[in-house]
């Protein structure tokens, strides 16, 4: 095939399909069994008419948001499969629009918090049994128990179960302090200090009638404070309504019932109802809200039961105006008690409620209800002072617990870790692939085997969560402060963890400067090397096409860095919070009132440290907006920050109902109900589900799902797959060596294709019993040719992470396998 043709059946999907029999079959003519290749395309956003190449297609199954597509006129090919004999109908299964779409999706960036913490529950260790070789353990991810950590109401191991406890507790604390934010926000800067503030009132004009600022009957602060306490609501109604509307889209999509994997040893992702989190969502949300409502109810409560007691001591009474102060203690008792059976709730998972999640949601509305009859009651006299009462000992609390739960997360991450087998070594080194065949020798793609930050990488992402939430809420609270007015001052611990914010700067440039070294010399070491495995004639290590082409294969090898810089900004989030909780619970003030005395620049830099931390925490948020904008509008972004997108929401929302949607839930069981549906009818059909990138994650997924006979039907196909580069050393306990050779084992054939330029696929590296067998084929070379040439007069792109199905070595990889399926 020459290069014109083979770019052709490139754009075909590497497929020349056979044009349409003009004369009958002849005597003995057998119709041969049809084979299919469905494409399920990676990150990026293609569309079908750019898989197929074909402008007019026909939608085979689904609806707007998903679906699979032929070309028009292979619609009916069911009907004449002699015209496929020796090829394949293309069927491409698009997602794009799960993960793109409305650009008000981009708000979806402020849930990242919520986002880390769901992801540090499938970043579990695999148990001992699961690392090293025989699959068992008990399932996540089910119908009635996604969030326990269990399956069918099986109990896993105790380090496993306290593992999934400990951070779905996490994930509760990041609930309860963005409530705690908003309640810091509008009850005690709007409320409290500025309602209070004759100065404060005059500029903002709006608090007159919105706080009772002038009097009136709800100028009182208990009943300010009730009438501030609308804004928490009301976030965490908008909250709940965005993961219920979210929660009907993709976790209410049930998969087909039908036969799948669950074998005497099936491995996690093998489980029914692991992509049907409807009734874990579900009760999540309900807790979550719940708990909002409680933290809402404390924040109401405990000024106003502090001034009860003050005034009642001072007037030698247990009471103020009429209200019995034991009424404050009976109310705080039920508020501890509701928490207490909240926080078991949430540890224990779904079926070992004392109360069911609706009956604790009901019980915290009738306690927030009777705290606000008890706030709003007359106090005449009252005049508020200061910060709000319990502010700074409630965020402190949370802070350290939060901080404690991470340091007990990554003492059981260690334990499971050190009950494992040492990962085998790391395979021998790749080479650069010269176009002609011969090889150079690499090293430092791929990563080492084993798992990332050695199993630690849960703990860390859960760090790394709690210190964003804690950001972003120290901002928030910092920023309205100053926009409010100088003399209103948040709580000393947000103001000291904004503070410490300004910090992220010199790091950011640090690492910034680091990783771009490191880009440099490593480019500058592999100039031999292509220019070695290229052998060009009249080129140096010095050229200008030389550089590029290591600038690239060094690229490609700063992701395995990737792990390294997660855990450094979750020591610095650890590490800021740390010195939030000792600085404001020492000396119990903000940096610039502490330093107010100890000269002028001393003071000036604490109060520019302070004043920065508010404006440098905002613009990170209307940073994030911005980059969500810009990826639905740009494909060029939409390529670089998509794969991080879609590696943190293809996993089902497990520890926190308020994370981003999982599109995986609509996607899997499309693609299993797809294949199932295609190969029932006919026996003899076989099927090579080809698959790139994130597609690659998306295809082995639906494999899991399918039974052993289905899966020795079909063929497996992946290029630029981060399937072990990515999610098997950061997700060992769900996609690590032991499912991959599971996977391996029960297909006829997997093929893996994979370039050293590709910053994101990678080789699959599973285990099997003969090198011959390894899914992993030789690196492609990528540029096909260093310079000019009769074949390609015009310069050849690096194409690194894309356009496989264009290079020529694909489709000769592909046809082997199609050949290798039919017999």
Known sequence: MDDEAAGRAAGRGGVILPRQRTDGPGPGFRVPALRMELLVHGVGGTTPETMLDDPHLKQMTGDTVSGTYRRWQDQDAERRPADYRGGAVLEAYSWARLTSGAASRAFWLLLLPFMFVNLAHWMRPAEPEQAGGA???????????????????????????????????IAGSLTVLLTAAACEIALDLLAWQCAADGRCVAQHSWLVFALGGHGGWWGMPGRRLVVAALVPLAMLGVLGRLSRMTWSSYEAVRPMEAERGNGPEPIEMERDGFWFGEAAVGRLRVLHLAAGLLTVAWAV??????????????????????????????????????????????????????????????????????????????????????????????????????????????????????????????????????????????????????????????????????????????????????????????????????????????????????????????????????????????????????GQIAKALSGARLTESAAGLVAAFAGLAGLLSLAALVGSLTVGRSPEAVTAKDGMVLSHLTTVLQNLGGWLTTVLVLGLLVLGLKAYDSLTTRRSVGIIWDIGTFWPRAAHPLAPPCYAERAVPDIEARIRAWLKPDPGRRLVLSAH?????????????????????IALLTYGSPLRRLYGRFFPAYMGPTMLARLERDVPRWDNLFRLTDPIGGPVRVPTQAPETSPDLPPFPDPVSFGRSEDHPILVPIRAHFDYRVDPRFIAARDELLRALTH
């Open 301 to 546: 409560l405990v000024p106003v039961l502090a001034h009860d007691l003050h005034a009642g001591s001072a007037g030698g009474s247990t009471q103020s105006g009429g209200v019995p102060a034991w009424i404050g203690y009976v109310l705080l008792a039920a508020l501890v008690g509701l928490g207490a059976v909240l926080l078991v709730a949430l540890a224990a998972g779904a079926g070992h409620e004392t109360l069911s999640p609706r009956t604790q949601l009901r019980a915290s509305l009738a306690a927030l209800a009777a705290v606000y009859l008890y706030a709003a009651w007359s106090r005449p006299g009252w005049v508020p002072t200061g910060e709000l009462p319990g502010v700074q000992r409630g965020l402190a609390a949370l802070v350290a617990a939060q901080v404690a739960l991470v340091l007990a997360l990554g003492v059981v991450a260690w334990q499971m870790t050190h009950r494992q087998p040492s990962p085998s070594p790391v395979d021998p080194d790749l080479t650069v692939p010269a176009p002609d065949g011969s090889t150079v020798p690499d090293s430092g793609f791929g990563g080492p085997n084993g798992a990332a930050l050695h199993n630690l990488t849960g703990p860390v992402t859960a760090m790394l969560g709690c210190g964003v939430g804690g950001l972003f809420t120290a901002g928030a609270a910092l920023f309205t402060g100053q926009r409010l007015g100088s003399d209103l001052q948040a709580a000393p611990l947000l103001v000291w963890a904004a503070s410490g914010a300004t910090l992220l700067v010199p790091v950011l440039l640090v690492v910034g400067a680091r990783l771009a070294r490191r880009l440099m010399r490593t480019a500058e070491s592999l100039r031999p090397q292509v220019l070695a495995a290229y052998d060009e004639p009249g080129t140096t290590t010095d050229s200008v096409r030389t």
């Open 135 to 169: 699959v068992g353990g008990t399932g996540t991810g089910t119908a009635d128990g996604a969030d326990s950590g269990t399956a069918d109401g099986a109990v896993g191991s105790r380090d496993r179960v306290l593992y999934e406890a400990l951070v779905r507790v």
């Open 693 to 713: 990138s994130q597609g690659t994650v998306l295809a082995a997924a639906a494999l899991w799902q399918l039974d052993p006979d289905t899966r020795s039907r």
